[in-house]
């Protein structure tokens, strides 16, 4: 089955900086990449997403990239801002051992701290 | 427009006890997920059902019941809970099959304490 691997699992920047947080996976087979956002107390929240056909893809502050050869993808959040602390998650697609049906395969988490 | 609801949203219990996770959606969504997240491991697929009355297990099933009578509606169970299961559990939904880009929309979670 599908195996994704996140770093950092905490990650500290000071306000304004970028932050970037990376995912690794194994199935070459796996074509969405989708990055969700967590927020204490709450439910996690799709930010963004990215399909294997595309290399990169942007949205005001945050932007994803994917390397289909080398298997890994990345968030980019740039002048980061305090609402922009949370965990977020990275995931790629997979086929559940059923065969019923494909989902998705999360990683660990990245816990981003944003300094003021 | 409600989403997802998930009751209740804390519960304590004993080891040994029945317990059931309430899960409901507005969307008519075909799919369902119940994830568990724990510190250290991220969130884990307990199950899934892509269909009323269709389930299958995810990565980590054991101690779980789960059924779907109704498409709105999937319920976990945890038949005697046990402190391993002590965790924070997201009931998910979306519209088809998420790998094809779909997005799973979360719940807010029901946390739960095994004691």
């Known amino acids: 089955g599908e195996n994704v691997e996140q770093h950092p699992s905490t990650l500290s920047v000071q306000e304004g900086d970028s932050a970037v947080i990376k995912c690794t996976y194994s199935d070459s087979a796996s074509n969405y990449f989708p990055w969700y956002k967590q927020e204490l107390g709450k439910g996690p929240q799709l930010i963004i997403d990215?399909?294997?056909?595309?290399g990169e893809k942007k949205d005001q502050r945050i932007a994803v990239t994917l390397n289909k050869t080398a298997k890994h993808f990345s968030l980019h959040i740039t002048e980061t801002q305090p609402e922009d602390s949370a965990v977020y998650f990275c995931a790629a697609s997979t086929m559940y051992s059923g065969g019923g049906a494909d989902g998705l395969t999360f990683g660990k988490g990245t816990h981003l701290i944003i300094q003021p | 427009d409600a989403g997802i609801t998930q009751s209740p949203r804390y519960k304590i219990t004993e080891t040994g006890r029945q317990v059931t996770l309430m899960c409901h959606q507005t969307w008519s969504h075909s799919y369902m997920f119940w994830y568990r997240q724990d510190l250290g491991h991220g969130l884990r697929l307990i199950y899934y059902?892509?269909?009323?009355?269709?389930?299958d297990k995810g990565e980590v099933p054991d101690g779980y019941v789960v059924s779907r009578s109704k498409t709105e509606n999937f319920p976990l169970t945890l038949e005697s809970a046990t402190r391993s299961q002590t965790s924070v559990y997201f009931c998910?939904?979306?519209?088809?099959?998420?790998?094809?880009?779909?997005?799973?929309?979360f719940g807010e979670g029901s946390w739960l304490t095994v004691v």
């Open positions: 059902s892509a269909a009323a009355d269709i389930t």
């Open positions: 990215i399909r294997s056909n595309v």
């Open positions: 998910a939904s979306s519209e088809f099959t998420t790998g094809s880009g779909n997005t799973i929309y």
